[in-house]
C-alpha cells in the first residue's frame, strides 16, 4: 500500500497550478520600483567591474597600429603540418615548383599524369610549412615559399619521368628538388634524371677499379689472341675453297680421347 | 563656417589597391621577350616571384599574345632581374634595345612602376580601322544585293 503511494507520488504528473500575472496591460520598463532591500544587496554585489585596460596615451601612439594580440595559435595548422612533415619523410624524390597562375582545368591533366607515376601533386603556405619544418633537417627549403608553389611529393625515384611530364606545363617552374634526402638545385635535378641507374653507376665503378689490372692482362693477351683469330680466318677461308677440311678435324679427335 | 569637403570618400586598400592599379596600365605590346632571372634561395626573391605571377595571368598576357615570357632558374646566387627585350619599333623609340629591372631591392609595386614607366609608353599606338556606316550607306551596301536576289528569284 505504502509502496503504491511512494509510486503514485513520484510519477505523478498532475497539471501545474497557474496563476495569471497580467492580462492586455502594457509592460512598464521606464518606470521600474525599487527593489527590496535584499534583493538590492544582491544586486549591488553581483555588479560587473570592467577590467582596467592601460594603454598608453594617445599622444604617444597615435601613428602606431593599434593591433592587438591576434597571433592565436591554430590547431588546424598543427594538423596540417603534421601531414607534411610526414609527406617529406616518406617521400624519397620531393620536386619544389614555382607556380605561374594556372586554370585548374588545366592543372588536372597534369596531376592525372602524375597520379599514373606514382607521384602527388600538393601546395601549401609558408605558415604550415614554417611549422612543419622548423627545427628538421627540410629547414632549407623554406625560402622556396615566398610566393606561389607547390610541390609534387614521391616514393619512387622517377626524376627523368617527373621532369618529362612538367616540362609540358609552362607555369610550372623547377626551383629545387630532395632526392634520397638530398637537397638538389635546378641543374643538379636535371643532371641527376641524366645520370644512368644506380646498378649501371655501380658497373662502371667496378670496371673503373679493374682497369689497371685488366689492362695488363689485356697487353699480356693481345698477340696470342691475334696468331688465333689470324688462323681461325685462315681456316675459315680454306674450307670455304674446300681443301684441307678433313687435316682440320683430326686433331680434335686425337684430343678428345687423350682426355677421357 | 563649414570646410569644403576634401579628401576620399572611399578607403583604399592599400598596397593591393596601388598594385591593382599599376597592373591595369600595363601593356606588353612593345616587348618581344621577357626574362626574369632569379635564385630561389638568394635573398628578396618574393619581390621578382611575385611579379612573375603577376606577369603570367591570363588579363595581361592577353595585351600581346606573341611576348614570350621565359623564366631562368639559376643556382649562383646572382642577383635577381627581370629582362624586357622590345620589338622593332619600340627600340627605335626607346634607343635602347632592351629594359633591364635588377630586382634584388626592389619591391613589387616598384617594379610594376618602373615597368609602367619605361615599358608600358613603349607600346605602338593602335589607329583605329573601324568606319562608322550611315544607315544611306548601308542600304546602298545593301540594297544592290538585294535587287540582284530579287531578279534571280523572279
Known sequence: MSQLLRQATLLSCRAPITQSQRFRGKINIQRPRAPHYERAKVLAVAQSIPAV???????????????????MENPYLTIIAREVRNWLLHSRMIGFYHMNSIKQDDLFPVRVQLHKQNMHLKSYGKEVVKKAVEGTQFEAILPLFESNNCIVFSTEQRVSQLLRITRRVPQMILMAGIVDERLLSRNEFMAYAQLPGLQAAQ????????????????????????????????????????????AATPVNEDKQPEKA | MSIPFSGALRRSNGIISAISKELKSVNLKGVKRITVIFDPFAENVRPTRDFLSLLSTPKISLTNPNCVIKTDVVCNRQPSEVKFSLIDSAQEKAQVKEVRLLSSNLSTLELLQLLNKHVSVLAPVEEITSKVTTKAEKQKLSGGAGAKRATKKK
Open chain 1, 203 to 246: 658497373g662502371e665503378l667496378v670496371q673503373t677499379l679493374n682497369m689497371a689490372a685488366s689492362n695488363l692482362v689485356q697487353q699480356l693477351e693481345t698477340h696470342q689472341k691475334n696468331f688465333v683469330n689470324v688462323l681461325d680466318v685462315h681456316a675459315k677461308g680454306e674450307t670455304n675453297d674446300g681443301t684441307t677440311a678433313p
Open chain 1, 53 to 71: 585596460v592601460e594603454e598608453p596615451k594617445k599622444k604617444t601612439t597615435c601613428f602606431q597600429s593599434r593591433r592587438r594580440e591576434t597571433n
